[in-house]
């Protein structure tokens, strides 16, 4: 995917080098080796500059990412591409619950990625898969999707730093007490398994704060926002409260009161990351989400409850 990006200097940014202007707006090492590289990749008015040059207020500086492949190895699929939102720089997706967001031993071709690149070879547009905020296969909804380097470099360093904050709904065994609460509990790999994982003392630091929506003896709903993005952290965090997802297969298994785990990426708040501008994503619960919510809460709204 291509991106051109003109900028006009400021009074203040008078005195900076181009690289330092440069990484200051989020361009990575990598991101100005690949201008470097680029013919015309970096330009004052129409001639090419050295990242070392001095900028003058007033001087119209502009940017091309030139990228020329797709991501290697990834066929395209014709396979479900919800777009909840699409410009130059992003993709907002709400993806299907059973669905991989990356190819692997066993998902070669049925994976967001495939999706993806079906969309945009469709279009006759190279693009290389980036995906900013991972979810499980079997977790739905919302995931951002950076349609060039520059977008991913800044993106991913805001996911880093805590500034977008993501919120999931997800349905638990058992009665959550009502109100909000904490866990803070590291979180690692379990010896005998390469999926699951469990809270441990030597693990990596996992913060998940939640909020319970509704509660009966048999099952909560609840919201959960992340300081950390661990593996499985709403699952494992759960489980470890003792109220493990309904539907989990690793966590809680033997209940099918869902389909899958019960978990449901419904919220996203970020800055876009060319113009600066807050951007708020929701997304309902799934059908088989609703379902869930329909037995255990006859006659609970989930859009009036969250």
């Given at each position: 995917m291509n991106k051109t990006l003109h900028y006009t200097i400021k009074p203040e940014e008078a005195g900076l080098t181009v690289g330092c202007f440069l990484r200051k707006q989020g361009y990575s090492r990598h991101i100005l080796t690949h201008?470097?590289?680029?013919?015309?990749?970096?330009?004052?008015?129409s001639a090419p500059v050295y990242t070392s040059a001095i900028l003058r207020s007033g001087d119209r500086l502009t940017v091309r990412i030139?990228?020329?492949?797709?991501?290697?190895?990834?066929?395209?699929?014709?396979?479900?591409?919800?777009?909840v939102f699409e410009d130059e720089d992003i993709l907002v997706i709400d993806k299907p619950a059973g669905m991989p967001v990356h190819p692997?031993?066993?998902?070669?071709?049925?994976?967001?990625?495939?999706?993806?690149a079906w969309y945009f070879h469709q279009q006759g547009v190279p693009y290389v898969f980036r995906c900013i905020n991972r979810i499980d296969r079997d977790t739905s909804g919302l995931l951002i999707l950076a349609k060039h380097m520059l977008s991913a470099a800044v993106l991913s360093k805001d996911l880093k730093e805590h500034r977008i904050r993501r919120t999931y709904l997800?349905?638990?065994?058992?009665?959550?007490?009502?109100?909000?609460?904490?866990?803070?509990?590291p979180i690692g790999r379990c010896p005998h398994s390469i999926l699951e994982r469990q809270v441990d003392p030597l693990g990596e630091e996992a913060v998940t704060h939640y909020r319970v929506l509704v509660s009966s003896d048999q099952a909560s709903l609840a919201s959960f926002s992340l300081e950390t993005g661990r593996t499985h952290q709403i699952?494992?965090?759960?489980?470890?409260?003792?109220?493990?997802?309904?539907?989990?297969f690793l966590y809680n298994?033997?209940?099918h009161d869902c389909p899958r785990q019960a978990l449901h990426s419904c919220r996203l708040e970020f800055s876009h990351p060319i113009s600066g501008k807050m951007l708020t994503f929701t997304c309902p619960l799934p059908d088989d989400m609703k379902a869930c919510l329909k037995r255990f809460f006859p006659g609970q709204d989930a859009a009036l409850l969250f």
């Open positions: 201008l470097k590289q680029t013919e015309h990749g970096i330009c004052l008015g030139i990228e020329e492949h797709s991501s290697g190895q990834i066929q395209p699929a014709a396979l479900p591409f919800p777009i692997s031993q066993g998902n070669h071709g049925n994976t967001l990625a495939n999706s993806a997800a349905m638990t065994t058992g009665r959550l007490t009502p109100g909000e609460g904490t866990v803070r509990a699952r494992v965090h759960m489980k470890y409260l003792g109220h493990p997802l309904l539907g989990d298994p033997g209940n």
